[in-house]
């Protein structure tokens, strides 16, 4: 099931630059930046993290950020997502353990909220 596009809008899918607060993405080049500096992010974690720029504010389960980025059934493998979530909150985040933009919701999964919190 190819779901990754169910949750965008018509707007973001035809820009080529999609932004969230200091963040933002380059679709044409396959660049992130963080207030215009460059982010270096994996083919995954660029998936993932434009995924959920395409999709602010909207919490997804662990399964649907696999199905979406990997594009594959999700076998219950926690922490592959875990581990991408962990990194790209290493790159786009003042303070990793205190997030700004990428959100735990517990017992639920993650989304993209911008707290306004300079850390």
């Not at 190819?2 to 899918?13: A, C, H, L, M, V």
């Not at 080049?29 to 395409?54: H, N």
Request: aromatic content about 12%; proline content about 2%.
């Amino acid at each position: 099931l190819r779901r990754s596009n169910e949750y965008i809008s018509k707007e973001q899918k035809d820009s080529a630059i999609v932004s969230y607060g200091e963040l933002s993405i380059d679709k044409e080049k396959c660049c992130a930046y963080k207030s215009g500096e460059l982010i270096e992010l994996g083919a995954k974690e660029y998936k993932l993290l434009l995924f959920f720029m395409e999709n602010t504010e909207k919490v997804f389960t662990k399964r649907q950020l696999y199905q979406a980025v990997w594009d594959d059934e999700y076998y219950y493998d926690d922490n592959t997502i875990m581990v991408h979530i962990s990194r790209i909150r290493n790159r786009i985040e003042n303070d990793p353990q205190r997030p700004r933009y990428l959100k735990t919701i517990r017992g639920i999964g993650y989304k993209l909220h911008d707290t306004g919190d300079v850390v």
